[in-house]
């Protein structure tokens, strides 16, 4: 069994690039009308999400295990003239920053390694200051192109948006939920035919 380290950085190597560079569309969906401040996003990965803030004023820190994948994101970064930090950091360790942030995002924070996923989520709710908003995208299922064995995401059972936000246990008096939903996203598959997925979203404000 590899390290959660080990296995990210053995799968940014295996290509110049593994994502899209697009930035999560359901995300800029949930937060692109909110007002810029500071942000947080926790897996920044390539840096597509963190980027994309970025450029709508946020002032951002990207937290993630891969140096491969953060050295990606720090060049894109470069090429744009943003101003903005990337930081690796064990999301399941203490993290290496200082103060609270008005957005926190985690966009499919999934691991097919052993991940406190709910613990982390916990904590970025944590770190979300009043009057902010903590935005999960997550699986709610696997591709209908994979086998469950293929996408079992470590140990963890894939959560529906409603059993994740039960989960967090969060204190009603400090949190009101916007959003808690299932959303059908179109995808091509690998085959070239058309596929839908299922993401679980929400978007969590902090009152007090």
Known sequence: MSTAREHWEARYSD??????????????????????????DLGAGEGADALWLASRGWRVTGLDLSETAL?????????????????QADLADPWPIEGGFELVTAGFLHSMVEFPR???????????????HLAIVSHVAPPPWASGEEHRHGAVRLLGPEEEFEALALDPAEWLPRIVET???????????????????LLLQRTA
């Open 118 to 132: 709910i613990d982390v989520l916990r904590r970025a709710a944590g770190v979300v200051v009043p009057g902010g």
């Open 71 to 87: 050295g990606r994101a720090r060049a894109a970064a470069a090429e744009q003239n943003a101003d903005m930090a990337f930081v």
């Open 183 to 201: 959303r059908e996203r179109s995808v091509t598959a690998p085959d070239g035919g058309a596929a839908t997925l299922l993401d679980g979203v």
């Open 15 to 40: 290509a110049d690039r593994i994502w899209s560079g697009r930035p999560n569309a359901t995300l800029v969906d949930l937060v692109g009308e909110l007002p810029p401040a500071s942000a947080l």
